[in-house]
């Protein structure tokens, strides 16, 4: 177990090496970025970026330095905002992130798993209907258009809940932008766990099951639910990757001071520093939680760990 | 004494700066709501700093009028009245202005404010390394516009001495009638020259900042919010009725609505217009509409083809129909502009207006189209321009109306947007054909707008360039009486206007949007509202 | 079969036993109402974006002063009512389509492209290319590509064809996926053995045997990831980072609707109807054309 976790992290590493060289490469050399001779910039971030990048150094140096800088944890100068750092920002709206990205992590989890087993369950009678036209609802309409809707009709018109804002993380600030965030993502592991669901059911061994006399409820919790899970939790990795971007339009409209948010305020404003530090943190991070999604998965599934089936044929 | 440097070193120890940071969020996640006598307040961007020397947009005024005081302040009118000095004496000729401090005054530390506290920063804002963009407006100071420039190196010949500690004397270049009403502005707020010395750049931080006005920062979110407590050591601390302000980060003006609607927000300082007619009906007298000293405007670029030619600049100019836009476009009524100086400016009368401003619509146009043919871009030789605007709503509706009014004269029109930020740096760098512009009035004088027209002006985007505007401004400048001088703007503006230097489109409107709680908000030419003459029900 | 962790059933591909004909997978196909439905809303869709400017009574850019903020009226002809700028909205959303569906075309396009050519490379060359290479592929699953899409857009400046290009470059990694398994499957089968034996050199027998056996699969995923892109595209333009004005896509319109839809209902629910619907009828036809070729197995 431990020797898989240890060979996926190092076959991880040189990729995110090379993404992070990328966007250092394109951030010094592209035309009209912020090192561009053309474009004078403002004398503060000039001599922010000058002491940070060395730019008078060679740019092997200043890459050297800059890798540095982030084994470090240091991302460098914020362009635009003069009194907080890269990483400070970051820093300060990662609790928040991480909040509301992992309640709906698990939100989307649990309540994906239920409705995929009740659809699986009841297949093809009302409820599974109904459950489907949700599933659909939630899988097409974009978040941006659901998140306003809710707000206006929970927070305005019912007035059961607050519009926005994080009020000192009390729960009904967490509810709507939880929801809205979770939302796609419950759709999609309905389908997965249902799809899976019914296929393994029509699979031979579980016929035998069927026919020994066990209930279809038991048959599920018994037989099919743990091989079941399998996409679910392959979809979980990228899943968390898909939550990070997510939470950005629900940080904004709800007003959460995430790094969603900080992303999109950088990237408006052409803050090359921070929009670069952002995607450096946010490689990280996802490789790390995905690296975590592939160890439950191994444990889930010992077959993966061995290496003849792990690179398998088809 | 350079501030770049110590940011710099610590950005390099930022690794235990990251977890401290994290710590710190972490503390103030569950952070309970405050009492109830806080002001929210949505104030749209996040501001750049809370050191006042690197402000410049009315947003940021906000905050740094609350938390510090000049010389002068505002009242509930915004007119100037005593504010750090409690008396001041102006000599015979007018160029030597003697403020007496008030007793006892202190910052937020306890530390006492003096009138060396001034003189610091004053000269700290013309010291050229420190790059304040706002430093111009104190340039009526002697030898002021000298030291900023680098002419003279020694900041102490700056015109600003502190006879003692409670006695400061400011010697002007010239008589200057708006001086006064300039000391409101943060550009001539005292700073605390022992914590800056202490701190360097990491005063500002809001554990360390000491502060003089009636609140005090406690606590800045980034993308977030800033908040502020009353401040014990300012000197009418009795009279502040509310204990605090939240100022919201968030420029989602839909967004803010809502949750003004909700009740989270108190006032709103930017207003979907689109709401304007519901607003009205369902929530009469909470939206605030007034006229404001300010110009909404498109600037051409005049270094380059077309618009160097003035008959292009006026025939774009002719086309624009003025009187829709602020009744139909936009829904709020803004009166159209037709001169460069808005109305009410102090003592300047009625301002010019371009010749053609009473012709009908459609024979401006007709004219519009003659001049741009004789100019050479007839039907046969249409030009095709690229029109900047910053990312809003309104800019947006303004320029798809403008660019169809510019489309029979087989104009077409690429529209381009940017963020609020890059877009005024891209118009300082001369990177625009047609740009949209905004100027609001920073002191109560005519010559704030007449100057964006200046040759050597960063603000003049345009670039225009006129040896006789520029003749008439140095005039009238160092005119002493005041009615030639006014006589000498306003011939300056006639040459701007005649030139078509720039477009003028509307006079703009302050909107907020305030709840029945709040009193105190009266309206004012400057969309000035100190937050200490506020007072909120609950 | 677990080819990596993030294998799911759908990713499977084709068993070669029960691959079906095109005949019989329309068959299939026709017979599944909702995909059906899907179908002809798509087309009418389509047919709609295309010709119906054509027919529309007022253009996207001419500003009506006489019904600025209208309401939807048959009689005025503005049938789903005006903007803020006195624009037409019917008008407004047939050119959003347009553009929704450029950019998921020319975006789908640009993920096939690479997506087949990178999974047939890797599975007809097999050994250790093949695993570098999906290795290379599950890592770059894992990252946020969105993000890059925002960091290119931000420094190269917001260009509608770099937009096109870059969604393209998000989305083929599941179709190099797919190819690349298809591939591997082919390989093995006699009459590729049987080619070989012919003399035929591999890049002769991957373009006439292996890439015309692999429509199947590259047509149903790229039908499943056309909504994708839409809804990629949308959620840029939501932000600010899609096509800018004067065009105009389904995000955007309905990005602009969802501020004012208390007091201009019609300015959100007529785009929203539309994207819905667009996206809707791609799933089902996705979902058909994956059924009618077995993709899942016996269901």
């Given at each position: 177990?431990?020797?898989?976790?240890?060979?996926?992290?190092?076959?991880?590493?040189?990729?995110?090496?090379?993404?992070?060289?990328?966007?250092?490469?394109?951030?010094?050399?592209?035309?009209?970025?912020?090192?561009?001779?053309?474009?004078?910039?403002?004398?503060?971030?000039?001599?922010?970026?000058?002491?940070?990048?060395?730019?008078?150094?060679?740019?092997?140096?200043?890459?050297?330095?800059?890798?540095?800088?982030?084994?470090?944890?240091?991302?460098?100068?914020?362009?635009?905002?003069?009194?907080?750092?890269?990483?400070?920002?970051?820093?300060?709206?990662?609790?928040?992130?991480?909040?509301?990205?992992?309640?709906?992590?698990?939100?989307?989890?649990?309540?994906?798993?239920?409705?995929?087993?009740?659809?699986?369950?009841?297949?093809?009678?009302?409820?599974?209907?109904?459950?489907?036209?949700?599933?659909?609802?939630?899988?097409?309409?974009?978040?941006?258009?659901?998140?306003?809707?809710?707000?206006?009709?929970?927070?305005?018109?019912?007035?059961?809940?607050?519009?926005?804002?994080?009020?000192?993380?009390?729960?009904?600030?967490?509810?709507?932008?939880?929801?809205?965030?979770?939302?796609?993502?419950?759709?999609?592991?309905?389908?997965?766990?249902?799809?899976?669901?019914?296929?393994?059911?029509?699979?031979?061994?579980?016929?035998?099951?069927?026919?020994?006399?066990?209930?279809?409820?038991?048959?599920?919790?018994?037989?099919?639910?743990?091989?079941?899970?399998?996409?679910?939790?392959?979809?979980?990795?990228?899943?968390?990757?898909?939550?990070?971007?997510?939470?950005?339009?629900?940080?904004?409209?709800?007003?959460?001071?995430?790094?969603?948010?900080?992303?999109?305020?950088?990237?408006?404003?052409?803050?090359?520093?921070?929009?670069?530090?952002?995607?450096?943190?946010?490689?990280?991070?996802?490789?790390?939680?995905?690296?975590?999604?592939?160890?439950?998965?191994?444990?889930?599934?010992?077959?993966?760990?061995?290496?003849?089936?792990?690179?398998?044929?088809? | 004494?350079?501030?770049?440097?110590?940011?710099?070193?610590?950005?390099?120890?930022?690794?235990?700066?990251?977890?401290?940071?994290?710590?710190?969020?972490?503390?103030?996640?569950?952070?309970?709501?405050?009492?109830?006598?806080?002001?929210?307040?949505?104030?749209?961007?996040?501001?750049?700093?809370?050191?006042?020397?690197?402000?410049?947009?009315?947003?940021?005024?906000?905050?740094?009028?609350?938390?510090?005081?000049?010389?002068?302040?505002?009242?509930?009118?915004?007119?100037?009245?005593?504010?750090?000095?409690?008396?001041?004496?102006?000599?015979?000729?007018?160029?030597?202005?003697?403020?007496?401090?008030?007793?006892?005054?202190?910052?937020?530390?306890?530390?006492?404010?003096?009138?060396?506290?001034?003189?610091?920063?004053?000269?700290?804002?013309?010291?050229?390394?420190?790059?304040?963009?706002?430093?111009?407006?104190?340039?009526?100071?002697?030898?002021?516009?000298?030291?900023?420039?680098?002419?003279?190196?020694?900041?102490?010949?700056?015109?600003?001495?502190?006879?003692?500690?409670?006695?400061?004397?400011?010697?002007?270049?010239?008589?200057?009638?708006?001086?006064?009403?300039?000391?409101?502005?943060?550009?001539?707020?005292?700073?605390?020259?022992?914590?800056?010395?202490?701190?360097?750049?990491?005063?500002?931080?809001?554990?360390?900042?000491?502060?003089?006005?009636?609140?005090?920062?406690?606590?800045?979110?980034?993308?977030?919010?800033?908040?502020?407590?009353?401040?014990?050591?300012?000197?009418?601390?009795?009279?502040?009725?509310?204990?605090?302000?939240?100022?919201?980060?968030?420029?989602?003006?839909?967004?803010?609505?809502?949750?003004?609607?909700?009740?989270?927000?108190?006032?709103?300082?930017?207003?979907?217009?689109?709401?304007?007619?519901?607003?009205?009906?369902?929530?009469?007298?909470?939206?605030?509409?007034?006229?404001?000293?300010?110009?909404?405007?498109?600037?051409?670029?005049?270094?380059?083809?077309?618009?160097?030619?003035?008959?292009?600049?006026q025939a774009?100019?002719m086309a624009v129909n003025?009187e829709?836009?602020?009744?139909?476009?936009?829904?709020?009524?803004?009166?159209?502009?037709?001169?460069?100086?808005?109305?009410?400016?102090?003592?300047?009368?009625?301002?010019?207006?371009v010749d053609w401003m009473d012709l009908p619509y459609p024979e401006k146009v007709a004219e519009a189209k003659a001049l741009?043919?004789?100019?050479?871009?007839?039907?046969?030789?249409?030009?095709?321009?690229?029109?900047?605007?910053?990312?809003?709503?309104?800019?947006?509706?303004?320029?798809?109306?403008?660019?169809?009014?510019?489309?029979p004269l087989?104009?077409?029109?690429?529209?381009?947007?940017?963020?609020?930020?890059?877009?005024?740096?891209?118009?300082?760098?001369?990177?625009?054909?047609?740009?949209?512009?905004?100027?609001?009035?920073?002191?109560?004088?005519?010559?704030?707008?007449?100057?964006?027209?200046?040759?050597?002006?960063?603000?003049?985007?345009?670039?225009?360039?006129?040896?006789?505007?520029?003749?008439?401004?140095?005039?009238?400048?160092?005119?002493?009486?005041?009615?030639?001088?006014?006589?000498?703007?306003?011939?300056?503006?006639?040459?701007?206007?005649?030139?078509?230097?720039?477009?003028?489109?509307?006079?703009?409107?302050?909107?907020?949007?305030?709840?029945?709680?709040?009193?105190?908000?009266?309206?004012?030419?400057?969309?000035?509202?100190?937050?200490?003459?506020?007072?909120?029900?609950? | 079969?677990?080819?990596?962790?993030?294998?799911?059933?759908?990713?499977?591909?084709?068993?070669?036993?029960?691959?079906?004909?095109?005949?019989?997978?329309?068959?299939?196909?026709?017979?599944?109402?909702?995909?059906?439905?899907?179908?002809?809303?798509?087309?009418?869709?389509?047919?709609?974006?295309?010709?119906?400017?054509?027919?529309?009574?007022?253009?996207?850019?001419?500003?009506?002063?006489?019904?600025?903020?209208?309401?939807?009226?048959?009689?005025?002809?503005?049938?789903?009512?005006?903007?803020?700028?006195?624009?037409?909205?019917?008008?407004?959303?047939?050119?959003?389509?347009?553009?929704?569906?450029?950019?998921?075309?020319?975006?789908?396009?640009?993920?096939?492209?690479?997506?087949?050519?990178?999974?047939?490379?890797?599975?007809?060359?097999?050994?250790?290319?093949?695993?570098?290479?999906?290795?290379?592929?599950?890592?770059?699953?894992?990252?946020?590509?969105?993000?890059?899409?925002?960091?290119?857009?931000?420094?190269?400046?917001?260009?509608?064809?770099?937009?096109?290009?870059?969604?393209?470059?998000?989305?083929?990694?599941?179709?190099?996926?797919?190819?690349?398994?298809?591939?591997?499957?082919?390989?093995?089968?006699?009459?590729?053995?049987?080619?070989?034996?012919?003399?035929?050199?591999?890049?002769?027998?991957?373009?006439?045997?292996?890439?015309?056996?692999?429509?199947?699969?590259?047509?149903?995923?790229?039908?499943?990831?056309?909504?994708?892109?839409?809804?990629?595209?949308?959620?840029?333009?939501?932000?600010?980072?899609?096509?800018?004005?004067?065009?105009?896509?389904?995000?955007?319109?309905?990005?602009?609707?969802?501020?004012?839809?208390?007091?201009?209902?019609?300015?959100?629910?007529?785009?929203?109807?539309?994207?819905?619907?667009?996206?809707?009828?791609?799933?089902?036809?996705?979902?058909?054309?994956?059924?009618?070729?077995?993709?899942?197995?016996?269901?």
């Amino acid at each position: 177990m431990l020797g898989y976790a240890f060979r996926r992290l190092l076959t991880t590493i040189p990729v995110l090496w090379i993404a992070i060289t990328a966007c250092f490469f394109v951030l010094r050399l592209a035309p009209g970025g912020p090192f561009d001779g053309e474009r004078p910039l403002p004398a503060a971030v000039k001599a922010n970026l000058a002491a940070y990048y060395g730019l008078d150094d060679p740019l092997l140096v200043q890459y050297g330095n800059y890798l540095a800088g982030v084994v470090r944890g240091d991302l460098g100068p914020s362009f635009t905002t003069a009194d907080f750092s890269v990483a400070e920002q970051i820093a300060i709206g990662l609790p928040y992130t991480m909040i509301i990205g992992g309640l709906a992590f698990v939100l989307a989890t649990l309540l994906g798993v239920l409705a995929g087993v009740l659809g699986a369950l009841y297949r093809d009678r009302v409820a599974d209907w109904a459950i489907a036209t949700l599933i659909l609802l939630g899988l097409v309409l974009p978040n941006f258009l659901v998140a306003p809707i809710l707000q206006l009709v929970f927070g305005l018109t019912l007035d059961w809940l607050p519009v926005g804002g994080w009020g000192g993380g009390a729960l009904s600030h967490l509810v709507l932008p939880v929801t809205v965030l979770a939302l796609p993502h419950i759709a999609r592991i309905s389908r997965l766990m249902r799809g899976a669901l019914i296929e393994i059911m029509n699979g031979p061994f579980i016929r035998t099951a069927t026919a020994k006399g066990l209930s279809r409820a038991a048959v599920i919790r018994r037989h099919a639910l743990k091989p079941a899970l399998t996409p679910v939790v392959s979809y979980l990795g990228p899943a968390a990757g898909y939550l990070l971007t997510g939470s950005i339009v629900v940080e904004t409209i709800f007003g959460l001071p995430g790094i969603g948010r900080y992303f999109i305020n950088a990237a408006l404003n052409r803050d090359y520093g921070m929009v670069l530090g952002t995607v450096v943190f946010y490689m990280v991070l996802i490789v790390i939680l995905n690296l975590l999604v592939n160890l439950v998965y191994a444990w889930l599934d010992p077959r993966v760990r061995t290496s003849a089936t792990a690179r398998g044929q088809a | 004494m350079h501030r770049h440097h110590s940011c710099a070193a610590a950005s390099r120890a930022l690794a235990p700066t990251f977890t401290i940071a994290l710590f710190g969020s972490l503390c103030t996640l569950g952070a309970p709501a405050l009492h109830a006598a806080t002001l929210n307040m949505q104030n749209g961007g996040d501001p750049t700093s809370l050191d006042p020397h690197q402000l410049s947009g009315d947003w940021e005024n906000r905050i740094a009028g609350d938390i510090f005081e000049g010389l002068l302040t505002e009242d509930i009118q915004a007119e100037s009245i005593p504010g750090q000095a409690e008396s001041w004496e102006i000599s015979e000729d007018r160029t030597t202005y003697t403020f007496t401090l008030r007793e006892g005054l202190t910052w937020s530390d306890g530390e006492p404010l003096t009138a060396d506290d001034f003189v610091f920063a004053l000269q700290r804002l013309m010291d050229p390394a420190n790059a304040a963009d706002y430093a111009y407006l104190q340039y009526p100071i002697r030898n002021a516009e000298a030291i900023n420039a680098g002419e003279i190196e020694d900041l102490s010949q700056l015109g600003v001495r502190a006879i003692d500690e409670r006695t400061l004397e400011i010697e002007l270049e010239r008589p200057t009638p708006y001086f006064l009403g300039a000391l409101t502005h943060y550009t001539a707020y005292p700073l605390p020259r022992h914590a800056i010395e202490e701190h360097g750049d990491d005063w500002v931080k809001v554990e360390n900042i000491v502060v003089n006005g009636a609140y005090r920062p406690v606590e800045w979110i980034p993308g977030s919010h800033v908040l502020t407590e009353r401040n014990p050591a300012f000197h009418d601390a009795d009279n502040v009725s509310i204990d605090g302000v939240k100022f919201f980060t968030l420029e989602d003006q839909a967004a803010a609505f809502k949750r003004y609607r909700a009740g989270e927000f108190d006032i709103l300082t930017d207003m979907p217009k689109d709401q304007f007619a519901w607003m009205q009906e369902n929530m009469p007298g909470e939206a605030r509409v007034e006229p404001f000293a300010g110009l909404y405007y498109y600037v051409v670029n005049q270094t380059e083809p077309p618009f160097d030619d003035v008959r292009v600049r006026q025939a774009f100019s002719m086309a624009v129909n003025r009187e829709v836009i602020g009744p139909q476009v936009l829904g709020t009524g803004e009166l159209p502009a037709y001169s460069w100086v808005p109305p009410g400016m102090a003592g300047y009368g009625e301002p010019e207006t371009v010749d053609w401003m009473d012709l009908p619509y459609p024979e401006k146009v007709a004219e519009a189209k003659a001049l741009l043919e004789e100019a050479g871009h007839g039907p046969d030789n249409p030009l095709s321009v690229q029109l900047r605007y910053n990312t809003n709503d309104n800019h947006k509706r303004v320029a798809v109306a403008i660019a169809s009014m510019w489309k029979p004269l087989g104009v077409e029109v690429e529209l381009y947007n940017t963020e609020t930020k890059v877009h005024y740096d891209e118009l300082s760098r001369g990177v625009l054909e047609i740009a949209r512009a905004g100027w609001l009035a920073d002191y109560n004088d005519a010559d704030n707008f007449l100057n964006l027209l200046k040759g050597g002006v960063d603000y003049n985007y345009g670039r225009y360039e006129s040896e006789e505007y520029d003749r008439l401004m140095n005039e009238a400048t160092a005119e002493p009486d005041p009615d030639k001088r006014i006589a000498l703007l306003h011939r300056a503006e006639e040459v701007a206007l005649d030139d078509s230097a720039a477009i003028p489109i509307y006079y703009y409107l302050s909107e907020n949007v305030v709840s029945p709680r709040v009193t105190g908000f009266e309206s004012n030419a400057f969309d000035i509202h100190r937050t200490r003459w506020l007072t909120l029900q609950d | 079969m677990a080819d990596a962790p993030y294998d799911d059933p759908d990713t499977r591909p084709l068993d070669s036993a029960r691959s079906t004909r095109g005949r019989d997978a329309w068959r299939r196909f026709r017979r599944n109402r909702p995909a059906m439905a899907g179908l002809v809303l798509l087309v009418l869709i389509l047919l709609a974006a295309l010709i119906g400017p054509y027919f529309t009574p007022f253009d996207n850019e001419t500003p009506d002063w006489s019904a600025f903020r209208a309401p939807p009226s048959l009689a005025s002809g503005h049938w789903f009512g005006t903007d803020q700028n006195g624009r037409d909205l019917l008008a407004r959303t047939l050119q959003g389509t347009r553009v929704s569906l450029a950019v998921a075309g020319v975006a789908t396009l640009v993920a096939v492209v690479i997506g087949v050519v990178f999974g047939a490379v890797a599975g007809y060359i097999g050994g250790r290319l093949d695993q570098a290479m999906m290795r290379f592929v599950d890592v770059l699953y894992a990252l946020p590509y969105i993000l890059f899409v925002i960091l290119l857009m931000v420094i190269f400046g917001r260009n509608v064809y770099l937009l096109f290009a870059a969604i393209g470059c998000l989305e083929w990694l599941t179709m190099a996926r797919i190819v690349r398994g298809q591939t591997l499957s082919l390989r093995q089968r006699e009459f590729i053995e049987a080619a070989r034996a012919a003399g035929l050199g591999s890049a002769a027998i991957v373009r006439r045997h292996i890439v015309p056996n692999l429509v199947g699969p590259v047509v149903i995923y790229a039908a499943l990831t056309v909504p994708e892109i839409v809804a990629t595209e949308s959620f840029l333009s939501y932000l600010g980072f899609g096509v800018q004005e004067p065009l105009t896509s389904l995000g955007t319109l309905i990005a602009e609707g969802t501020d004012v839809f208390e007091i201009l209902p019609w300015l959100l629910w007529f785009p929203a109807a539309f994207l819905v619907t667009l996206l809707l009828s791609m799933l089902f036809i996705g979902d058909g054309l994956r059924d009618a070729f077995d993709m899942r197995g016996h269901g």
